[in-house]
């Protein structure tokens, strides 16, 4: 089985730390120079079908919940703190509730155990309609995408991804094309009536409308010992808009 690739940062105990829908690794790569500075050997995911891991047709939160522990496996840890963005966030909630043993710390970014109904269809729309064959530059792509996409820092997250596959043609890490067929699976529950009762953070943005109060009991189901912070002026990419206060968060949750 292809084990996820990662870029590893510091020594001490081990911390993964796994990006949201359509991200990479790189996106956390501030945060986890942070996280090591403090201590920990941060292992900075990229889950498959995005960044420089493997593609594959098949996409749920049990396959990616068993890339992770794949991952933890291949690299002789035992046990991590987990945190999770997002997408992120949903795979290593279901880890968690599958694998309590290994889990010693769960952070949960800006996402809760529900289902959310499919709502990037605007994105994988403007991505689908720009014409990477055609595209000689980085500047031209964020041209084009601005006809579709008006927020400019959504933007700048996707071409995060973008590469130059060879001289003259870019391509992005992930995989579009998959990605936008399997977009129920991204908005699905974790599964089951299982349960971690280890310590667990809930981050959530000021502006986000991504955990609500009236997912508290849904959250105490999965999670008895769950703490909920709210990061201020931030929404749901809390962690690059307010990078101080979410740090200050984890670790004060971490050292507990």
Not at 138 to 162: C, N, Y
Not at 182 to 202: A, C
Request: hydrophobic share 40%.
């Amino acid at each position: 089985m292809p084990v996820l690739y990662s870029n590893i940062i510091g020594k001490g105990e081990p911390f993964l730390i796994l990006h949201g829908f359509l991200g990479m690794s790189d996106n956390w790569k501030t945060l986890g120079s942070q996280f090591a500075e403090r201590g920990y050997e941060v292992h900075l995911l990229d889950q498959r079908n995005h960044g420089k891991s493997f593609w594959s047709e098949e996409f749920d939160y049990s396959l990616l919940a068993g890339d992770l522990g794949n991952y933890m496996d291949h690299h002789n840890i035992e046990k991590a703190a987990l945190l999770g963005h997002s997408m992120g966030g949903k795979t290593v909630m279901e880890f968690a509730c599958n694998n309590p043993e290994r889990v010693t710390h769960l952070l949960v970014a800006d996402i809760s155990p529900k289902y959310y109904p499919p709502h990037h269809q605007y994105i994988i729309d403007a991505l689908k309609a720009l014409p990477l064959d055609k595209v000689k530059s980085r500047s031209e792509a964020d041209f084009l995408l601005a006809k579709h996409l008006h927020d400019w820092g959504i933007r700048q997250f996707l071409l995060k991804s973008l590469h130059w596959v060879e001289k003259g043609r870019l391509a992005f890490r992930f995989n579009l094309d998959v990605l936008a067929e399997k977009m129920e699976e991204i908005g699905d529950s974790i599964s089951g009536t299982k349960s971690f009762e280890g310590p667990t953070l809930f981050l959530r943005g000021s502006r986000s409308e991504y955990i609500t109060d009236q997912d508290l009991p849904m959250i105490k189901q999965h999670f008895p010992s769950a703490l909920l912070e709210t990061v201020s002026d931030s929404g749901h990419w809390l962690h690059a808009e307010n990078p101080r206060e979410f740090l200050k968060y984890s670790l004060l949750f971490l050292n507990r």
